[in-house]
């Protein structure tokens, strides 16, 4: 069982808002991620992480931001929320000594921005 | 990035196996992966298989890979209504990177 977290659950939230998504594991995995989830299911990658004070921009562009302070804790900010962030956002996990590299999910933040 | 794809939805009867399909396109993967997504909820790892075997098998799940064709499938056999969700293949390049597949909508009818 993998111990990955994600607060909120659900989040519905005005435009211009900040909002702090949190993310944390207790797994002590080097490398955490971000996915944004359409509707129609894909998973975009917008955010990693190889370590603490490390963090790159993936596949898919987005407005968001991230730190990485402590192994445990990668946490996504919005300074200003619009409609068009209106989506699932899951965070996930791995460690680079693994043998099968294989990614640990949270339950994911679903966000509505009205 | 990787093009990794599946095939929107699948149907299929209580009882009957499924099959989920995914091609990949790069030779070089190292780990194969199926991840299984169900309403509300992330991803769970569901099995994995390493890029020199052909065939794995988990209880009801059975992996097949086709390196040639870079064709990947995911068995399950005796489909239960608890397997209706969405399922993601996704590929490893050393570790380094990590591509998932389109997710296909598994739905299991009564």
Request: net charge neutral.
């Given at each position: 069982e993998a111990d990955i977290y994600q607060t909120p659950r659900y989040l519905v939230i005005g435009t211009g808002k900040k909002i702090t998504l949190e993310c944390s594991q207790t797994?002590?995995?080097d490398k955490m991620y971000w996915y944004q989830q359409d509707p129609g299911m894909e998973l975009h990658l917008i955010h990693y992480s190889y370590g603490v004070n490390s963090t790159e921009k993936g596949d898919l562009s987005s407005e968001s931001t991230v730190s990485r302070i402590r192994t445990e804790h990668f946490p996504l900010t919005l300074e200003s929320a619009r409609p068009s962030h209106t989506s699932q956002y899951l965070c996930a996990s791995s460690e680079s000594?693994?043998?099968?590299y294989e990614q640990y999910f949270g339950p994911g933040t679903r966000l509505t921005v009205t | 990035g990787e093009d990794v794809e599946q095939s929107l939805f699948l149907s299929v009867r209580e009882g009957d196996s499924s099959v989920i399909n995914c091609t990949y396109t790069d030779?070089?993967?190292t780990y194969l992966y199926w991840y299984k997504q169900e309403p509300g909820a992330g991803l769970q790892l569901l099995t994995y298989i390493f890029s020199n075997m052909d065939m794995k098998q988990d209880q009801r799940l059975t992996v097949l890979l086709n390196k040639k064709d870079k064709h990947l499938s995911l068995r399950i056999a005796d489909t239960q209504t608890g397997d209706s969700a969405i399922y993601f293949c996704a590929e490893s390049i050393e570790g380094y990177q990590f591509y998932f597949g389109t997710g296909t909508s598994l739905t299991v009818i009564p």
């Open positions: 797994m002590g995995h000594a693994s043998l099968t | 030779s070089s993967s």
